[in-house]
């Protein structure tokens, strides 16, 4: 009797050719996910092609892909690490080839790649109501964390004042970049996003606002403000990476991040706080952020999420 070819290959390292193929297994297994977690109807859309570009061109290496035996693409793991930071995300499965214990080992090949990378914090995120996701990881060997909390905020059409834009550097552009890294390694020694920073400029799919005490750095977001969905329009401005000194620079930063954009002309803002920061979860409550959505952050043990002893740094583990 005839049976169909389900060998595979990989994983390779995923290019821009990928994006199409990309964008199906996304788009199939996530809608799938939501409909097994009751969610019947719920239609997840493709991805902005720049915002796959961020995600392949962040991972490098570490953004791999398996294929079935016609060259289809069947399963991708975008595995990211800034310096001592790794985390996996997004990742997939088609739906038809689920089952087969290539998720489980598509898991475990990326937490081996940034175990020999160097990294020292190594985790994921997942929806906390997602029991079955929760369980496949856990019998991998990750466990619960904390939640990561995506909080939002209304933007004003009119705001007073402008915030400093990393963009606007010009010929100090690489100095601004190292300040931003200093800030990085002292507020958590290890941890370095100048790769995001960069690349988010090359790509031209945000910026970085900066806030200082005199001529100090003490503040620093990294935003994207281009759809995440294609074929949408522009109207959120999202943090994905921040660090502050102290929380009185958390705050003007917070400040500064909602001037920029009401110049991207975007209605709101979203920050994905970790709970491990309460007060500063609090503070964006009381400054009127609502909360929108929630992650659980699930860690390799021996791999742990490391806190700050002074400052605040938040990074988001999702493109």
Known sequence: MWRPDRSLRGPEQATVRDIEGLNRVFAEAFTDRY???GLVGVRVPQLNHLVWRYALEDAGDG???WRDAEGHLVAFNMVHRSGTEGWMGPLAVRPDRQGEGLGSSMVR???DWLRTQGATTIGLETMPRTVDNIGFYSRIGLVPGRLTVTLVHDVPRRGTGSAELLSAAGAGWSGRLEECRRLTDLVLPGVDF???LALTRELGIGDTTLTREGPTLTGFALWHSTPLAAGRPKDELRVLK???ASPSAFERLIQAVQLSATAERVSRV????QTEFDEAYLRLIDLGYRVHWTDLRMMLPGYPQRIPGE???MSNWEI
């Open 311 to 313: 400052g605040i740094l």
């Open 63 to 65: 953004s791999m892909v």
């Open 194 to 196: 100048t790769r995001e």
């Open 35 to 37: 409909s097994r977690d």
């Open 242 to 244: 921040l660090v502050a």
């Open 270 to 273: 979203a920050i994905r706080c």
């Open 109 to 111: 090949t990326g937490l």
